[in-house]
């Protein structure tokens, strides 16, 4: 049997304000993008007692047995939905780990929607975002791959037929736990996206929010609040944020051109830092 290809994008959170938490994770609200940088998931039906799963490509290394991909399987089995059925799933890694792109769990979603569209497995929609929670807590921003708002009451709102952002995604030669960046959030803001609306997806109004794991994540890496006042005067952006949990910064440009010479100019300065010029979706 032939492999099945699936594209699984990165994403971006443009804003993140920290809410509250509660005996378990902290209560979060997003404004999320997707972005043309993907990996790329091979999937096929196999006989054997056991799922086969793989990684390989430029940023493989070091993904643990109990990654994301494993994560889901061992529930869909627990859940008796496969119904006995394995698989070979092999995965070429093109989105930097540890970066807040959201590389793993995107790799999950994207393999749940496809047993659900192939209809492999029967759920509803409300089973399938449990299954993404026990996963962990972005997965479900990959079951919509669309430009969306995640509120503090944990609904994603999706937009239609938004502006495309042009962007640089730089990756220092380090990595964050998002598990100890966020063990350090003593601050909480108050929501500001349980009312979503269009306007809240524009350049304009997102260059005025704000990531508030930022500060956090800069007080352990310094090399970060540098590399993030080099870009804010890498030929005028609207706006550079970090995404997630760090490391990775993202600058906005207004236009292509822009955007890829701003590229040149950061690979001359930063020779050992992974960097592409992309755009969202």
Not at 8 to 24: G, H, R
Not at 83 to 92: D, E, L, S
Not at 162 to 174: D, Q, S
Not at 256 to 261: A, D, G, L, Q, V
């Amino acid at each position: 049997m032939a492999f099945n290809k699936i594209k699984s994008y990165a994403k971006i959170n443009i804003a993140l304000n920290i809410i509250s938490k509660n005996s378990f994770l902290h209560k979060i609200e997003s404004v999320v993008k997707f972005v043309s940088l993907h990996d790329d998931i091979f999937i096929k039906k196999i006989k054997s007692n056991k799922h086969s799963i793989s990684f390989y490509g430029k940023f493989s290394d070091h993904i643990g047995k109990d990654n994301t991909v494993y994560k889901l399987l061992k529930i869909l089995e627990k859940k008796k939905l496969l119904k006995k059925q394995k698989f070979q799933i092999r995965i070429n890694k093109k989105i930097p780990q540890k970066a807040g792109l959201g590389g793993g769990s995107m790799n999950a979603a994207n393999i749940l929607k496809y047993f659900i569209k192939k209809k492999i497995i029967k759920i509803s929609r409300k089973e399938a975002l449990a299954i993404c929670t026990l996963i962990g807590s972005d997965v479900m921003l990959g079951l919509y791959l669309s430009n969306s708002i995640l509120t503090s009451r944990n609904e994603v709102r999706c937009f239609k037929n938004c502006k495309r952002f042009y962007i640089l995604i730089i990756k220092p030669n380090f990595g964050c736990s998002t598990k100890e960046i966020y063990s350090r959030v003593k601050q909480f803001t108050k929501p500001r996206f349980n009312k979503p609306n269009k306007r809240m997806l524009n350049l304009n109004f997102l260059k005025n929010e704000s990531n508030n794991l930022e500060p956090i994540t800069f007080s352990k890496y310094p090399k970060l609040r540098t590399i993030k006042l080099y870009l804010e005067n890498l030929l005028n952006p609207v706006f550079v944020r970090m995404t997630g949990s760090g490391s990775a910064l993202i600058v906005y440009y207004r236009s292509k051109e822009i955007c890829e010479n701003a590229k040149k100019k950061f690979d001359k300065k930063y020779k050992n830092y992974w960097c592409i010029a992309s755009k969202t979706i």
